[in-house]
């Protein structure tokens, strides 16, 4: 399995791939410290998590706390299934600002 990683993938656009649990996310949260800094508006495409538990909601609860914190307009493309899950099990589905926009799922790897 390849490592976990954030990387550009256009303007204003991240890409996530890899796999989101306790052993990933703390380094993680550094990075999205760093990419929120001086950005207006920022979409992460969640396409290439291959697995998420919890730690992984975490990461982005916080991320999305920072980005408003920041003024950063913040938006979760591809949410996977699991934390989909996860989060409407904890009621808290409604708080992430996931985007429904179907032909950014459809791009590449």
Do not use: C
């Not at 303007?11 to 380094?27: A, C, K, Q």
């Not at 969640?46 to 919890?54: C, D, E, K, R």
């Not at 307009?73 to 989909?84: G, H, K, Q, T, V």
């Amino acid at each position: 399995m390849s490592a976990t990683r954030l990387s550009p993938d256009g303007p204003g656009r991240w890409r996530l791939d890899g796999v989101l649990d306790l052993t990933t996310v703390n380094r993680l949260a550094r990075e999205g410290e760093t990419l929120l800094r001086g950005a207006t508006a920022i979409e992460i495409d969640l396409v290439g998590v291959s697995a998420a538990n919890s730690a992984g909601l975490a990461l982005l609860l916080e991320w999305l706390d920072l980005a408003g914190a920041r003024g950063v307009a913040l938006r979760y493309a591809n949410l996977p299934d699991s934390l989909r899950r996860i989060a409407a099990f904890s009621n808290i589905l409604e708080l992430l600002p996931v985007s429904t926009t179907p032909a950014m799922a459809a791009r590449s790897s």
